[in-house]
């Protein structure tokens, strides 16, 4: 579930963290069909497996396959394509080579041109996990998870190339499924995974993908260069993460939600200011006709008059 790096010699390395084997069934157990709950618990129906293929999933897989496949078509022997060279994500781009734009996003729907396995291990992660993602988030919201992961990764990849000198192309959806996965367990953290010959929770699966992309971090801060693209992996971590408000979900509010939060305050304390101050210079105003006549009113006034009729009139 990686987005490829290509090295100087123009040639992809891969590595994949995921289960060491395909079960032949799907991976989740889903332990009910309840709404979620900030323990990861989704009701008392009998266990079910994944729901089937959503329509924006299904859409996604396709452009996937269709991408590598007309790649594959397209490209000569020992190399990755026109169609990768097209679309990967070049730091050339922070030096001004402006034919690789498309890569800023494009790079997230092309997979090795070498190899099969990039592009299964990816789609099959996305088969596992996307769905329940997209009934949580449908539609729009789906499509702009998938379009934030996506420029997040991109940014985390070129902001990399400035203190890696010398990083290769990236491409790969890996950045998104690993927000997916995210998703899912923040939503879910204690839903089963039976992986062939273990059982582990959803959110145990997740800190695992998250602490091996850690590590080969470590490694690239010690100058060892791997295939692996860490930086998207852990920007879609982190996307997917806060999300679905995973910190939220257990009780945890992060720095910027209590400043949000004392913001709201802040903002609603104003405006019952305002409204007491408003009604109070009514009060005056009704006060003033009362004793004087309406001709006594000033411009100021008459204005103030007509937007409290017309606003009560809206409501």
């Known amino acids: 579930?990686?987005?490829?790096?290509?090295?100087?010699?123009?040639?992809?390395?891969?590595?994949?963290?995921?289960?060491?084997?395909f079960p032949r069934k799907p991976a989740v157990l889903l332990a009910g069909a309840g709404?979620?709950?900030?323990?990861?618990?989704?009701?008392?129906?009998?266990?079910?497996?994944?729901?089937?293929?959503?329509?924006?999933?299904?859409?996604?897989?396709l452009a996937w396959a269709g991408v590598w496949l007309l790649n594959f078509l397209l490209r000569g022997a020992g190399s990755q394509g026109p169609l990768n060279n097209f679309l990967d994500l070049d730091p050339a781009l922070l030096g001004?080579?402006?034919?690789?734009?498309?890569?800023?996003?494009?790079?997230?729907?092309?997979?090795?041109?070498?190899?099969?396995?990039?592009?299964?291990?990816?789609?099959?992660?996305?088969?596992?996990?996307?769905?329940?993602?997209?009934?949580?988030?449908?539609?729009?919201?789906?499509?702009?998870?998938?379009?934030?992961?996506?420029?997040?990764?991109?940014?985390?990849?070129?902001?990399?190339?400035l203190m890696v000198p010398g990083l290769a192309p990236a491409i790969g959806g890996s950045g998104f499924v690993t927000a997916v996965i995210a998703v899912n367990a923040a939503v879910y953290p204690n839903r089963i995974l039976n992986l062939i010959f273990i059982r582990l929770r959803m959110i145990t699966f997740f800190l695992i993908l998250v602490g091996l992309d850690l590590l080969v971090c470590?490694?690239?801060?010690?100058?060892?260069m791997s295939g692996k693209?860490?930086?998207?992996?852990?920007?879609?971590?982190?996307?997917?993460?806060?999300?679905?408000?995973?910190?939220?979900?257990m009780g945890i509010q992060t720095p910027w939600q209590a400043w949000g939060q004392r913001r709201r305050q802040n903002k609603n304390q104003r405006q019952?200011?305002?409204?007491?101050?408003?009604?109070?210079?009514?009060?005056?105003?009704?006060?003033?006709?009362?004793?004087?006549?309406?001709?006594?009113l000033t411009p100021k006034e008459r204005r103030f008059l007509d937007r409290r009729s017309k606003q009560k009139r809206s409501s």
Request: glycine share 10%; charged share 20%.
């Open 35 to 61: 709404p979620p709950g900030k323990d990861g618990s989704a009701g008392c129906q009998p266990d079910r497996f994944v729901p089937r293929l959503t329509p924006l999933v299904r859409n996604l897989l």
């Open 272 to 296: 019952q200011q305002q409204s007491r101050d408003e009604e109070a210079e009514l009060d005056r105003i009704l006060a003033k006709i009362s004793r004087e006549g309406l001709p006594s």
């Open 218 to 224: 470590i490694s690239t801060a010690k100058g060892e």
């Open 96 to 161: 001004g080579d402006w034919r690789q734009l498309p890569g800023l996003i494009g790079y997230t729907f092309a997979h090795d041109g070498l190899s099969l396995w990039h592009l299964l291990f990816n789609a099959y992660l996305l088969a596992v996990f996307g769905p329940e993602v997209e009934i949580l988030y449908p539609r729009f919201q789906f499509g702009k998870l998938f379009l934030v992961t996506t420029l997040v990764g991109a940014a985390a990849h070129l902001l990399l190339s």
């Open 1 to 21: 579930m990686v987005a490829a790096r290509a090295f100087p010699s123009n040639r992809f390395a891969f590595i994949f963290a995921v289960p060491r084997a």
């Open 229 to 249: 693209a860490f930086e998207i992996h852990l920007a879609g971590a982190l996307v997917g993460w806060f999300w679905a408000d995973g910190f939220g979900r």
